[in-house]
């Protein structure tokens, strides 16, 4: 398998204005994912995972290590990284198509064209017939289908998704959860998924990579060994829960000593 | 039934209630109806509510003089005109400046913490105190009255064009980032739209604002104008004529609040709640 993706002991360093001194976000991060992987990142609350994504996109740059994206390194957001970001992001004075369009514009692609590719992934994500509204037509579920379609237009190399879940209703993640699996079967891309839910990074991912408490490391990385295709069935598997507890306990040791700490 | 309909346009006819028992109050006042009623009552203190025509003229009276000024003699017209016009001008002028110097002053950092401090003082200035310096320096023709119009209209503008940048969600200048959107595809897919609520706003300011200026700037030395013929007719003791002139600039005001309302609503489509309302 080739990889896709290296993470080369990244590290993100900034002045801390209330301390006076460095605060360490994120400390000696080294990951590779391969092609066609689908790779979580779970961990404590405020670990720098949503960071990290942000140094893979190109928006922030690390203070140390390097990013390489099939080989190139990786300095600013380019269309070979695509983020689906979390909640409502869509551009509200624009439709559904108008969004899913956007990143196609940013790039120079031909308005009849962009519509077209357009049109492929707005079925792709099942919003055939809501092309032309507006995003605060839509439930939070649609909204989440359209900020795929728009990441998925752009053909990435890896798709980044930031908790793209985390702010739907219990039912609607869990079916988005059933229907991203099938849609990344069918496109065949590389994802990386942040998420604070244990149970959606095992059900999704081929590999869960653990989080520490900050600054965040990669503190164990979990093969997830559960035959594909999955349905939302696997969730009552007593493998998938031994799974969850495994995951648990190691994101337990690093959330102790911090609420210790605190209390 | 009759509850229902009523129920419907309750917001209409409660202002159209008021806005009678205001007509009636004041034509009473003007033609004695309150101090005839109150006479045996108050003797002849009843007579402080006995206004004489030239001090108020009753709105039955501004209603006839302006149809007269409007369709009869038609005189009002070339006012009307050339207020128009200069109302028009300075708006092109306030809005071709403002909005583009709002929205980049708001969109780059260092230029706005500059710009800052100038807005804030521009706007505690009375720009109507400026007109002797206006005068001065422009004499009293047609420039110097657009002048003022711009300086009265520019200042929502300017504020609210550089708020609106100043206020955008920035995740969505993230997002155009990440999408490596240039520069200027930003300003047009990102900081327009998320700015035109602000901007209409700014005009809507701007226009009773340009109302002011018209007036303000033919007090000195126009011999033509809406602002004019309030003047002239107020120094003469006209006092019917004087209230069609500010009955003209009113009913101005509030048909371009209108025509804004309108477009507010039609570009705003994607807004959940200008379309729900009604």
Known sequence: MTIKLEAHRIGLEYGDPESDGRLVALNDVSLSIHENEFVSIVGPSGCGKTTFLSIVDGLIRATAGQILLGGTPVSEPGPDRAVVFQDSSL???????GNVVFGLECIGVRPSEARERAAHYIEMVGLRGFENRYSYQLSGGMQQRVNLARALVMDPQILLMDEPFAALDAQTRELMQEELLNIWQASGKTVLFITHQ?????????????????????????????DRPRSLKLKRDPRFHAYEDRIWSLIQEEEKPRAKAAG | MLRESYLACERGILGALAMAVFLVAWEGLARGWWADLLQPALGTAANVLRIRPIFLASPSAIAEMAFQMYFVTGEIWPHLGLSAFEFVV?????????????????????LSYAVEPLLAALNATPQVALLPLVVLWMGTGLPARIFIIVLLMIVPILINSHAAVRTIDPKWLRLARSFSASE??????????????????????????????????????????????????????QTTRVFVGILTIVVAGLVLSEVVRRIERRVEVWRPSTSADS
């Open chain 1, 91 to 97: 551009l509200p004075w624009r439709t559904v198509l």
């Open chain 1, 198 to 226: 244990i149970d959606e990074a095992i059900f999704l991912s081929d590999r869960v990579i653990v989080f520490s408490a900050r600054p965040g490391r990669v503190k164990e990385s979990v093969d997830i060994e559960l």
């Open chain 2, 90 to 110: 300075g708006f092109l002028i306030a809005a071709s400046i403002g909005i583009p110097l709002g929205l980049v002053a708001g969109r780059y950092r260092l």
């Open chain 2, 184 to 237: 200027w595809r930003l300003f047009r897919t990102i900081v327009l739209p998320a700015a035109v609520p602000f901007l209409l706003a700014g005009v809507r300011l701007a226009i009773g604002r340009g109302m002011i200026g018209i007036v303000v700037g033919e007090i000195y030395g126009s011999a033509v104008g809406v602002g004019v013929m309030i003047n002239q007719a107020g120094s003469t003791f």
